[in-house]
């Protein structure tokens, strides 16, 4: 951004810690944007005269006299059609070696949809695992992370997602991605030749990390663009949202803030609302769905950053490894999509739902009879059918690899019923007995 | 209220998000509204802290581009609601800003639509005759708002005993029109119209007593009515961690519970939560009235992605709305969904104004402001006799599921009933989760509500709650030994205590909520089905080796839950039933 004729120049800067900067100036908006002897900052606090900046690229190397310029506006992106199939670092630049983006100037971060003017979310989006289909429904104007450790294969099975659902547009934003996973994800969408629906916001771990804040936000106001102004259906993919919640808390830490849970800022709920919220179907059509990642560590969902974003997300996908078959499955205990009950039975057969819950609570009994017999008792004869079930069905409907359509589901687990369990056992209502059960 | 012509004014001095510091030139008061003037438009701020000439106040809106240096105008008014006919059935923002009235999208700034319609005419019928006399919230006339009978009240404002000058006659009015001129002792006279204002903060306490609630207030969700029953006026609250069915739970009670008027706050959850309310509650039918149940229902949204400070507002709203209607001799029931985003609300302006952090950097005073505010549900006797009650349930999302935290321990505190949804539950899909163990509700204690229950259900209901309640407590004991000791190291009579606590968790606990018939089941119904499943559990089947128990039980809870399926007494229905008595023949 180039700095224009007449405009004030600061040359002053009283206090810098890694992450901000503070100074003396005046006439200077809430959030607005300044130049930092180059670097883009964003005023984040104003007391009197003192305005405090959030240095994007870090203050490393910052000197006292560094020429301060404010921009006068918020971070804006410019938008129009030709974002389709382009790469862009968080300020919206192009990192791919191609053209500037002509378009119209629009604030990132902007206000939220009225709730009256929103849809229910009604459409299906089939992905073909059955971990997803069958047992945790996704559903377009949805907001979903995978809740993963950082050895699982988290962003094969986003792109898998992303290839296979059926939107006008996917939107990745990157947030500390390695540099060997943007070209994984870049190969993936040049293989399949869907590179005109993608559009990509990276920041990677060469980037500096307060730089991640921004990413977010232009990636869901490329989504509205297009999904508002050209109804279309946008998928918008966000990985890895704790690393973006980790840039939140180095802010708020240099800025004196009183930490809350897990040091994080005390506002981390409304901050990811605010993202995750802007997930919406609009009853002309267009819609926004966000999948995205929160790595865990150590497994612990209690940590502050899954425990606020389960509370904002309306379910959440668990990836693990079964040491049965040796593959990796949708968990089916730990995983919800709470949008499933809108269309399953609904837009789906209508057993669906009961199959769905009948498998889960066999499966369930399948693991207790495995520790029953990880303790050394001995196993019933029901037992010994709920384990054999158990692995087969882990390995025909959760595996990440299977990739069938709904009803074939719904069939392979009505023949794994008839095939293990009594009509007593599976205790499904009557009516979806007499149609589907395949046993005598 | 209109505005004072001498009103204090002040400059920004600072900003950090959404708290902003003003130099005032004249006196302001705590609480008191104020509107911050940026390009052409309002935005509405509070005063939350004053030292000396500097003010601290939380703007309701986005503080993106404010400037220092711009004017800010003060109210002289507390937050207030603008109560009047037509309230129920819309769909608010937590300042009571009509949001469908709101053009565009995506919500704008400074976009503050009126609360009622002004235009709509509603047919007055005079309750009270001139000269008579009268108080604050004595009824001086009624409309008909949906099916709600509306009385218009003598503002809650006015102190003292005032006589009846004039009353409007039957007829047709517009909300502002003058309806009666009350005189007080000095003689002067007041104009009362349809509508007027409360400061949400403040109790509206028009009341003559609040006694101990005693009546059960019906939700059809078994786990509630018939364990853990909440009544008229008592006061709740659902903690639980995300995905244990919070929220479903609190449409099923919202959709179910006898009530007359819902008021729903949804304060900082999810926005497609309450567009499920708005797509559903047009297209439910009220059970009592078989009209839809929009028309008794009142929804304050504030979702997680609207401003941070009309978090706190909502709730408030809400309770002022519900303690409007309850003055009418309504029986109103409150849901707030989730008071902890209220509470992280609360947590973040005081972080933001450096104040001395409690646990977990709540601010001090959480548990007096919790409890404060719990304390304003109840059941009351009104000044002419009648009676009225607030029903208030509030949902808790504990931060990592962990219920030592402050809002969850705080609250328990204030609320008489206590739902623990339990993740355990909820993993294996036993819903709704709320755990039988855990969970108490304080008025099973009331010897008013006992009472009541024995004459409305059956002289020895509370015997055969508690002993349905000592099944599950034995039925677990016994599954933690068989898990120890193995099947076969126990004695059979451990797998029918375990499966007798299975019978009453798989029949009367767990109910689909998706489920048309099994959703919502009425008090006789509850009665019939405890009997039943209590008669089960009372007989002594004999079994000649533990694993012939458990298939035994499948096929009992199979037939069971084929009834909780079916209408009550249906051709279908009986069939089960007799099916049920088959099996316990061959065992007994």
């Known amino acids: 951004m180039e700095t224009k004729a007449f405009q004030k120049i600061y040359t002053k800067i009283i206090q810098i810690t890694k992450a901000t900067c503070s100074l003396r100036a005046s006439g200077v908006g809430y959030e607005e944007l300044a130049m930092v002897n180059g670097r883009l900052a964003q005023v984040v606090k104003i007391i009197g005269d003192v305005v405090t900046l959030q240095v994007f690229g870090g203050t490393e190397g910052i000197p006292t006299n560094a020429e301060v310029v404010f921009l006068g506006k918020p971070p804006v992106l410019k938008v129009s059609d030709d974002l389709a199939g382009r790469f862009f670092d968080a300020f919206g630049n192009p990192i791919d070696g191609g053209p500037e983006v002509e378009g119209e100037e629009r604030e990132i971060g902007g206000p939220s949809v009225n709730p009256v003017r929103r849809k229910q979310p009604s459409e299906l989006i089939a992905t073909g695992i059955a971990g997803i289909d069958m047992n945790n429904t996704l559903v377009t104007g949805q907001k979903i992370p995978f809740f993963a450790e950082p050895d699982q294969p988290f962003n094969q099975v986003m792109a898998m997602v992303a290839m296979r659902a059926k939107a006008d547009k996917i939107i990745l934003g990157g947030m500390g991605l390695t540099n060997d996973d943007y070209l994984f994800y870049k190969n993936v969408f040049e293989n399949a030749g869907a590179l005109e629906r993608i559009i990509s916001f990276v920041n990677t771990t060469e980037n500096p990390p307060v730089e991640r804040l921004l990413v977010p936000d232009m990636a869901l106001t490329a989504a509205e663009y297009f999904a508002v102004d050209k109804k279309q259906s946008v998928l918008v993919l966000l990985t890895d949202m704790t690393l973006y919640a980790d840039a939140l808390s180095i802010v708020s830490n240099r800025m004196d803030q009183i930490p809350s849970k897990d040091s994080m800022p005390g506002s981390l709920y409304s901050d990811l609302a605010k993202i995750y919220e802007k997930a919406v179907q609009f009853p002309d059509g267009g819609s926004i769905t966000i999948i995205a990642v929160t790595t865990l560590s150590g497994g612990d969902i209690t940590h502050a950053i899954p425990d606020n974003t389960g509370y904002i997300t309306e379910g959440q996908l668990f990836l693990r490894k079964d040491s049965d078959i040796g593959k990796v499955i949708v968990d089916p205990f730990r995983s919800l999509s709470r949008l499933k009950q809108l269309v399953i039975g609904k837009k789906t057969r209508k057993d669906h739902p009961q199959v769905m819950n009948t498998a889960i609570r066999l499966f369930a009994d399948a693991a207790q009879a495995k520790t029953k017999l990880e303790n050394g008792f001995d196993l019933t004869d029901y037992d010994e059918r709920t384990l054999k079930f158990g692995k087969e069905y882990s390995d025909k409907l959760l595996a990440i690899d299977v990739n069938i359509e709904i009803d074939e589901m719904l069939d392979t687990a009505w023949n794994l019923f008839a095939k293990y369990f009594s009509k007593a056992e599976v205790a499904i209502r009557s009516e979806f007995m007499d149609l589907y059960w395949k046993g005598e | ?588």
Request: aromatic letters at 10%.
């Open chain 2, 1 to 588: 209220m209109e505005r004072e012509v001498k009103q204090t004014k002040g400059k920004i001095a600072g900003i950090i998000a959404n708290l902003v510091t003003v130099e005032v030139d004249g006196p302001v008061s705590q609480n008191e509204i104020c509107y911050i003037k940026h390009a052409g438009i309002d935005l509405m701020a509070e005063v939350i802290k004053v030292f000396e000439k500097k003010v601290f106040i939380q703007v309701f809106e986005s503080t993106r581009g404010l400037k220092v240096g711009q004017d800010v105008e003060f109210t002289s008014a507390m937050l207030e609601v603008t109560l009047g006919p037509g309230i129920l059935s819309r769909n608010y923002d937590g300042l009571q800003h009509d949001l469908d009235r709101m053009e565009g999208v995506f919500l704008k700034r400074g976009d503050y639509t009126a609360a009622l319609d002004y235009e709509k005419i509603w047919d007055f019928i005079p309750l009270a005759k001139v000269g008579d006399t009268v108080a604050a919230a004595d009824w001086l006339g009624e409309v008909t708002e949906n099916v709600i009978p509306h009385k218009i009240m003598v503002p809650f404002k006015f102190a003292g005993k005032y006589s009846v000058k004039k009353i409007a006659a039957a007829g047709e009015y517009t909300v502002n029109e003058e309806i009666a001129i009350l005189t007080d002792s000095k003689g002067l006279e007041y104009k009362v119209t349809m509508t007027q204002k409360w400061p949400v903060k403040i109790p509206i306490k028009t009341f003559a007593q609040k006694p101990r609630p005693f009546r059960l207030l019906e939700t059809g969700v078994r786990t509630i009515d018939t364990l853990n029953p909440i009544v008229e006026g008592g006061t709740g609250f659902v903690p639980g961690p995300f995905g244990s069915g919070k929220t479903v739970l609190q449409q099923a009670i919202s959709k179910q519970a006898e009530a007359d008027v819902v008021i729903m706050a949804a304060c900082g959850e999810r926005a497609n939560e309450v567009v499920e309310i708005f797509a559903e509650f047009p297209e439910i039918e009220d059970p009592r009235t078989g009209r839809k149940l929009m028309e008794r229902t009142t929804i304050i949204a504030n979702t997680s992605n609207m401003p941070v400070a009309a978090r706190e507002a909502s709730v408030y709203t809400a309770m002022t709305l519900a303690e409007y209607y309850r003055s009418m001799g309504l029986k109103v029931l409150l849901l707030a969904d989730s008071t902890s985003r209220w509470a992280q609300a609360l947590r973040e302006m005081s972080n933001r104004m450096e104040e001395l952090p409690g646990p977990d950097a709540f601010p001090m005073d959480l548990p007096a402001i919790i409890s404060n505010f719990y304390s304003r549900a109840g059941f009351v006797h009104l000044n002419n006799g009648k009676t009225g009650s607030i029903t208030f349930i509030g949902t808790v999302s504990p931060a990592g599921g962990n219920l030592k935290e402050p809002v969850t321990e705080s609250t328990k505190k204030a609320a008489r009933c206590f739902y623990a949804l339990s993740q355990q539950r909820a993993d294996s899909k036993r819903y709704p989760a709320i755990d039988p163990i855990d969970s108490y509700s304080k008025y099973l204690e009331y010897p008013e509500l006992q009472e009541y229950l024995k004459t409305n259900i059956s002289e020895d209901w509370i015997d055969q709650v508690l002993r349905a309640k000592n099944f599950l407590l034995r039925g677990k004991e016994a599954s933690e030994q068989i898990n120890i000791l193995g099947d076969d190291g126990v004695p059979i009579d451990y797998h029918l205590r375990f499966w007798r606590g299975e019978v009453i968790d798989f029949v009367v606990l767990q109910q689909d909520a998706f489920d048309d018939v099994d959703k919502r089941t009425p008090l006789d119904r509850q009665k019939f089905l405890l009997e039943t499943v209590l008669g089960i559990c009372n007989i002594d089947f004999s079994f000649e080796s533990f694993d012939e128990v458990n298939p035994y039980f499948k096929r009992i809870i199979n037939t069971l839950k084929q009834m909780n399926y079916s209408e009550y007494e249906s051709e279908k229905f009986n069939s089960f039933y007799s099916e049920l008595q088959t099996i316990i023949k061959e065992r007994k």
